[in-house]
């Protein structure tokens, strides 16, 4: 996709790999418009790279309904949509309270369908537009510790297969980042849960979990959609993970070749 001149928005851009998405796409010509919680930070942060910021509580649904027209009104028709952001929980299930786990669903699952489902309809009428989410490798199997998280990233890269399917004979495309551990808060907070130390250092004995910069994945992130990739997946030596978890979606397109599906183009 050509990328200059693009509206691309991206959710949870005031820090980590949002933040470097948001600079990369500004990099490449883009016009970008920042959603965060954090206004003042977004404000800033927006006015540097010459975009538009748009604070919003991706948690609250009247906000999430909202969110798509304003930014059109405001900012013009999307061409780019960055579902990125999300909440991590970092603790064994029976100790995660039970709002964390409606609010990790929340945001990183059903906000990005949501937020998608605004978008679609105007990426249809120009029959132009990509999408992206910010999946995980946790969600490719299950990791202790991350079970609620997991899932929920598991469901988002399953949503974005079959959107994939539905839009095949349009020119809208798909990206899902799915990358291991990235050098963020995020991390941060999981390394330091002691309980799941075990679990990581054996993982690091096995050299699977090298660590990532948000600006190295902002980066592949940027090219796959240049490129219209499926994919942006890290480490490369758990490739395997995803190319696993990646057949029986194969299976059934190979399947469902030929069989009408979704807006269909002449």
Do not use: C
């Amino acid at each position: 996709m050509e990328l200059t001149g693009a509206h691309v928005v991206v959710t949870g851009a005031s820090r980590g790999i949002g933040a470097a998405m948001a600079q990369h796409f500004a990099d490449a010509g883009s016009r970008v418009s920042l959603v965060a919680r954090s206004a003042e930070t977004i404000k800033t942060f927006a006015d540097e790279l010459g975009g538009q910021a748009f604070p919003a509580d991706l948690l609250d649904r009247e906000q999430v309904d909202e969110l798509i027209p304003r930014i059109q009104h405001e900012a013009g028709e999307i061409d780019v949509l960055v579902n990125n952001a999300g909440l991590e929980t970092n603790a064994f299930f029976h100790k995660v309270p039970a709002d964390n786990i409606r609010d990790v669903t929340t945001l990183n699952l059903e906000t990005p369908m949501v937020l998608t489902r605004a978008v679609l309809p105007g990426m249809l009428e120009r029959n132009r537009g990509h999408f992206v989410f910010t999946s995980s490798l946790a969600g490719t199997a299950g990791f202790p510790g991350l079970a609620s998280y997991g899932a929920t990233k598991a469901g988002l890269t399953n949503f974005a297969a079959a959107m994939r399917m539905e839009l095949r004979d349009t020119a809208i495309n798909m990206t899902v980042v799915a990358p291991g551990p990235v050098d963020t808060q995020m991390w941060d907070s999981l390394e330091d849960e002691n309980e799941l130390a075990p679990m990581l250092k054996r993982l690091r004995q096995f050299q699977l979990i090298p660590k990532k910069s948000p600006d190295y994945i902002a980066a592949q992130t940027l090219k796959a959609v240049q490129a219209d990739k499926r994919h942006v997946r890290s480490p490369r030596r758990l490739a395997s993970n995803t190319l696993l978890r990646e057949a029986p979606t194969r299976i059934v397109e190979g399947i469902l070749t030929g069989v009408p599906l979704g807006p269909q183009r002449n």
